[in-house]
């Protein structure tokens, strides 16, 4: 993707999922704003963004090696990735048997005795794979511990779900009695 557009999509996601408050906008209760009023407030932000539209944004979602954000009926909004207070509402749904969690050595020990929370953000964030997960891990510092999660056995114990994107699984917290050992790769064992 074209510098441009990397940073107006860096830009779209601070503003829907950081501080829309700085850009004027205000999600409802599932994190949609309308397209228009992003459109707005970016033409507002840069002088070189003045001629932003809906189709660059259109262009950003489909060339994103993530799906990070979603339009429809006029509105958008982030799939995952909140910081914002108060928790956007999502619809629960049945997780595949296994998720993965990319993370440190050092916190790999203190999720196994405390289990997953969402730390600053609004829920955890949740790998369908090991490549992503080790990805995820690699934004952090020290060696990578990629940490399996029994998705389906934790929600069939009451533990809820959510799916962000085809990649990213979300949960509000998930105690360690669904966190397995570290995955086979992670650099260093737990």
């Known amino acids: 993707m074209e510098h441009r557009l990397v940073q107006l999509s860096k830009t779209i996601s601070h503003a829907l999922r950081h501080e829309p408050w700085v850009y004027e906008l205000e999600p409802d209760g599932a994190g949609w704003?309308?397209?228009?009023a992003l459109l707005a407030a970016l033409r507002d932000e840069r002088p070189q963004?003045?001629?932003?539209?809906?189709?660059?944004?259109?262009?950003?979602?489909?060339?994103?090696?993530?799906?990070?954000f979603e339009l429809g009926d006029g509105r958008i909004r982030a799939l995952y990735g909140h910081s914002l207070p108060g928790r956007l509402h999502k619809t629960p749904a049945v997780p595949p048997a296994l998720l993965f969690h990319g993370t440190t050595r050092e916190a790999a020990a203190?999720?196994?005795?405390e289990g997953l929370h969402p730390m600053g953000r609004q829920y955890?964030?949740?790998s369908t794979d090991q490549a992503t997960a080790r990805q995820v891990a690699g934004r952090k510092?020290?060696?990578?511990?990629?940490?399996?999660?029994?998705?389906?056995?934790?929600?069939?114990?009451?533990?809820?779900?959510?799916?962000?994107?085809?990649q990213v699984w979300l949960a509000?917290?998930?105690?360690?009695?669904?966190?397995?050992?570290?995955?086979?790769?992670?650099?260093e064992p737990r």
């Open 124 to 126: 955890v964030h949740l």
């Open 172 to 187: 509000t917290g998930v105690p360690p009695a669904w966190i397995g050992e570290p995955a086979r790769g992670s650099d």
């Open 49 to 68: 963004w003045r001629d932003v539209s809906e189709r660059d944004i259109a262009r950003i979602i489909a060339e994103s090696d993530k799906r990070r």
């Open 33 to 36: 704003v309308p397209i228009e």
């Open 110 to 113: 203190r999720i196994a005795r």
């Open 141 to 166: 510092r020290g060696p990578a511990v990629i940490l399996t999660i029994a998705a389906a056995e934790a929600h069939r114990h009451g533990v809820a779900f959510y799916e962000g994107n085809e």
